[in-house]
């Protein structure tokens, strides 16, 4: 049976240390001006979902062009700073190995992530993790607003483009939020929690996923769970 990962990126692949926020309320200012305190919760949501409850805090509720003027910004941000992820971002324990693990079994690997597909595409390649995921049929933060929309937006890309697509259930999310399993379980695939972002390993395992792991370090372990 046609296997698909799908891998958020921020807290699972790669964490940035406040270096993704700093450069969302970047992008804020850069349309909106000068910033109150305070932010929205970021973990788990889209970068469509931030930028709309960021902009309706200030007041611009619905505005839908200003949304799109923030994640324009964001992207030119991401972009210009692309020389300074791997000074304040790292590949998390364990990544590469499970990515080239399964590549080498020929497992097709791609992501699901709140990143804009601009961004992701950034943040992977400054670190080579691109060259064993195939963003063609990704699903990304620009693309809906609501997380859950995304796993089927995956399929339906791989779908057009390659005619077929694996079944739901032989599809898994590999996330660090309680929003990745969200996403999973609304479109009937599986998931797998790793501890990596801000959600502690027994609150992840609380939620009762297919699978969770403190990180990827157990890299046969978990090559082996996503196989399946």
Known sequence: MDRLVLWDID???LRSYGF???????AMRAVVGPLPPGRPAMAGKTDRQ????WLAALGATGDTALVEQVLAALAEAVRGAAPELRGRSRVLPGVEAVLERLARAGVAQSVCTGNLAANAAVKLRCFGLDRWLDLEVGAFGDHHVDRRALVPLALAARLRRDGSAPPAGAVWVVGDTPNDLAAARSAGARCLLVATGNTRWAELAALRPDAVFGDLGEEHAVATVLAS
């Open 20 to 26: 993704g926020v700093e450069l969302f309320a970047a």
């Open 50 to 53: 931030i930028a709309t409850e």
């Open 11 to 13: 807290g699972t692949l």
